[in-house]
T-cell receptor, first 115, second 116 residues
Framework: AQSVTQLGSHVSVSEGALVLLRCNYS??????LFWYVQYPNQGLQLLLK??????LVKGINGFEAEFKKSETSFHLTKPSAHMSDAAEYFC?????????????FGQGTTLQVKP | GAGVSQSPSNKVTEKGKDVELRCDPI?????LYWYRQSLGQGLEFLIY??????PDKSGLPSDRFSAERTGGSVSTLTIQRTQQEDSAVYLC???WGGGTNTGELFFGEGSRLTVL
């Protein structure tokens, strides 16, 4: 069975500071991992995905994430936060073997960016 | 349209009434998913349609919930005898599915359901 844990329901950073959103997963099969972002009153949008290719994955808007099997982690980072990054971020793992759109999501982390 | 379209965007209903939520996926997408987003439970998978295969209904929380997909395109999620705990945002998503499935989901903006 798979599961996802996001550490920290709220993260606050200053504009220009490093963004680090933590995600740990549990999976009995090689995982497919995703980060989605949800801006206020909008649907979810894919930021990036790990599908067993390169362990360092680059996504949109300057975000990247590193898959670390030994730590069962897939933390999301961005070197310099922008005000427009304020949103809710969800880590997700694909259920079962293979790569379907049936996902288990973490509880989400709300990112606040202060001027 | 270019994206996943959901209607209504907001629905307020009385406890015990039935509701129908509609999803129009991206043209050409063979897979369609329903998720529910609520304060208490976060984002939960409900049901998944892939082409002409039998849907994966493993996430439906009770037999009051059902969904169908007509003609491999539009889907309707039906909630019978609504309860207050059904209040949530119901999100629809689609993708290419099958062997070309990269796992990326394209989400609609959701239908917010409030049960009074």
């Amino acid at each position: 069975a798979q599961s996802v844990t996001q550490l920290g329901s709220h993260v606050s950073v200053s504009e220009g500071a490093l963004v680090l959103l933590r995600c740990n997963y549990s999976s009995s099969v090689p995982p497919y991992l995703f980060w989605y972002v949800q801006y206020p009153n909008q649907g979810l949008q894919l930021l990036l995905k790990y599908t067993s290719a390169a362990t360092l994955v680059k996504g949109i808007n300057g975000f990247e994430a590193e898959f670390k099997k030994s730590e069962t982690s897939f933390h999301l980072t961005k070197p310099s936060a922008h005000m427009s990054d304020a949103a809710e971020y969800f880590c997700a793992v694909s259920v079962g073997s293979g790569n379907t759109g049936k996902l288990i999501f973490g509880q989400g982390t709300t990112l606040q960016v202060k001027p | 349209g270019a994206g996943v379209s959901q209607s209504p965007s907001n629905k307020v209903t009385e406890k015990g009434k039935d509701v129908e939520l509609r999803c129009d996926p991206i043209s050409g997408h063979t897979a369609l998913y329903w998720y529910r987003q609520s304060l208490g439970q976060g984002l939960e998978f409900l049901i998944y349609f892939q082409g002409n295969s039998a849907p994966d209904k493993s996430g439906l929380p009770s037999d009051r919930f059902s969904a169908e997909r007509t003609g491999g395109s539009v889907s309707t999620l039906t909630i019978q005898r609504t309860q207050q705990e059904d209040s949530a945002v119901y999100l629809c998503a689609s993708n290419w599915g099958g062997g070309t499935n990269t796992g990326e989901l394209f989400f609609g903006e959701g239908s917010r359901l409030t049960v009074l």
